[in-house]
């Protein structure tokens, strides 16, 4: 019994280890980041209509690479703009994502990666593209600097 215990308490410290936090609110991830010294990566998406943002989610976003790197460098923060009904957010996070839109996505592009400092400055942008989740995070790191 004793050996079973350690090993579902095992599974569950590499499983914590390696999953991803989304910040929803975007004042509350700058503070995070300011105190951790890490930079913010915002990513827009339409999560239940946009396939591209889909791909990204699946390919690259989900990998243990991707994580790796979050973990290390930023915090996530994910501006999503649902089509379905029972998928909508409520009214304070829509009006925050409208925000966000406005000041760091003008064109409306979907997904659309934003990678910045943790006051806000733009430090580079990016989308779904394919490639290896490798070469990507590089990208993403290559913004950083």
């Not at 105190?35 to 913010?40: A, L, M, N, T, V």
């Not at 339409?46 to 290390?72: N, V």
């Not at 910045?116 to 490798?134: A, I, R």
Request: hydrophobic share 40%; proline share 3%; glycine share 4%.
């Amino acid at each position: 019994m004793r050996k079973l215990t350690l090993l579902v308490l095992f599974i569950l410290g590499v499983n914590s280890m390696f999953s991803q936090e989304w910040q929803t609110n975007f004042e509350a991830a700058k503070s995070q980041a300011a105190k951790e010294h890490k930079s913010i990566v915002l990513i827009f998406s339409g999560s239940d209509w946009c396939a591209p943002c889909i791909k990204l989610e699946k390919q690259i976003l989900e990998t243990e690479q991707f994580k790796s790197f979050a973990s290390e460098k930023a915090i996530l923060v994910r501006a999503d703009f649902p089509r379905k009904k029972q998928n909508q957010l409520n009214e304070v996070l829509q009006e925050q994502n409208k925000r966000l839109a406005e000041t760091y996505n003008k064109k409306g592009f979907f997904p659309f990666v934003v990678v910045m400092s943790p006051d806000g400055k733009v430090l580079g942008e990016t989308g779904y593209e394919k490639t290896t989740p490798e070469a990507y995070v590089e990208k993403l790191k290559g913004f950083i600097k």
